[in-house]
């Protein structure tokens, strides 16, 4: 199967892209299930659920040190808690704590002394991201190996065009722990930035 780790729906504040049409868009590309992971709420996640669309609720969480990701959850976790706090939420609901950009500084990405402090309970390591530059996706790939964690990747998409740039090929899993150890054998795949220009002008040319 293709997973896309990190995705955005107009449930978040910097998208419009409703969740059935993100849900649309990973039909075409090959993409099941969804990881949507808006920031600070689960709300779109629920409506695919609920709309019967093979979907795993994330949350892209704001802390008071930047934001963490929270996947397999359940319920929305209040955004400006410390990261234990966030990491402390994540696991009650038996969700995983994913480590998104990490060293991207045109994003909120979470103060590396905060990295320290969470270190140990951190599940997951984004060391593709579609948005970040390639020598920031390598110095993830430095964290993610000194902490001994699967690797993660996304395409971190805002627009229909950007879904499917990044994905990762894995065996199918049945919850969150047998992903996450299916998640070591996983094969991260990215597309050419020229063919995600390409899929973003086909799909402004079909809506006119």
Do not use: W
Not at 74 to 84: H, T, V
Not at 130 to 144: D, F, I, K
């Amino acid at each position: 199967m293709r997973v896309d780790l990190h995705l955005h729906s107009s449930s978040s504040f910097d998208c419009g892209v409703q969740p059935l049409e993100v849900a649309r868009r990973c039909r075409q590309v090959g993409l099941s299930p969804i990881f949507l992971t808006d920031h600070n709420g689960i709300d779109g996640a629920l409506a695919l659920i609920e709309a019967g669309q093979a979907a795993i609720a994330g949350e892209e969480i704001l802390t008071t040190e930047g934001e963490l990701i929270g996947l397999f959850l359940k319920a929305a976790i209040p955004k400006r808690l410390s990261p234990e706090e966030v990491v402390a939420a994540i696991r009650e609901q038996g969700g995983l704590v994913y480590l998104e950009h990490p060293y991207d500084i045109g994003r909120r990405n979470l103060k590396e002394q905060a990295i320290e402090r969470v270190a140990g309970s951190i599940d997951i390591v984004e060391v593709v991201n579609g948005r970040s530059q390639p020598e920031v996706n390598r110095r993830a790939e430095e964290l993610r190996a000194t902490l001994g964690v699967p690797a993660g990747a996304g395409s971190d998409a805002h627009t229909l065009a950007e879904i499917g740039g990044v994905y990762i090929e894995m065996e199918a899993f049945q919850g969150a722990q047998d992903f996450l150890h299916k998640l070591r054998d996983g094969r991260i795949v990215t597309r050419p930035k020229g063919l995600v220009m390409a899929a973003r002008q086909l799909l402004t040319n079909r809506r006119r």
